[in-house]
């Protein structure tokens, strides 16, 4: 497997062929459209670079934040996409395309308090191959988070980035 890890700005990314693109740690402003043409990318990583993210979000240096406020719809055309990961990019919102992943495995929206997780629920709930959504710090209500756990007990939600005691 194929691994890009971006050093430096996109500018003309250069990650034809690669399977894992990593762009953590690296000043993005919105969703590279020249990724949408990477079609054989099974994981694509954004957020910040080394952390493990706990509250609050003003503790991380804003120049290692990538700010990505709104999915394209041309995120649908990376049909063998297995891994996501958007954490703390500050997410808004996410074109239905992105539910149209069938190989999405692992989803992580953490740490984006503008996301309301509501409005996707429905759409989370008919991603067959999910296994592992990460909606800590993100908006949502108890409803939408009964109905996600009902519809699909097998998987695994983490809404909180509370340990247990």
């Not at 969703?31 to 003003?58: E, H, N």
């Not at 990460?134 to 109905?147: F, H, K, T, V, Y």
């Amino acid at each position: 497997m194929l691994i890009w890890a971006a050093a430096a700005g996109l500018g003309g990314v250069g990650c034809h062929g690669y399977r894992v693109l990593d762009f953590r740690g690296v000043q993005v402003e919105g969703f590279p459209d020249s990724l949408c043409g990477q079609r054989r990318v099974k994981a694509l990583y954004f957020g910040p670079d080394g952390w493990t993210l706990y509250p609050p979000l003003s503790a991380l240096p804003s120049d290692t934040l990538n700010q990505i406020t709104a999915l394209p719809a041309c995120i649908g055309q990376l049909g063998q996409l297995e891994v996501l990961s958007l954490q703390a990019t500050g997410l808004r919102t996410i074109d239905p395309a992105l539910f149209g992943l069938e190989r999405l495995r692992h989803l992580d929206l953490s740490g984006n308090p503008e996301l309301d997780i509501s409005r996707y629920a429905a759409q989370i709930v008919r991603m067959k191959r999910l296994q592992h959504l990460n909606i800590a710090g993100c908006q949502s209500d108890p409803e939408s988070l009964r109905m996600l756990q009902l519809a699909r007990p097998e998987l695994d939600v983490i809404t909180s980035w509370h340990l247990p005691p």
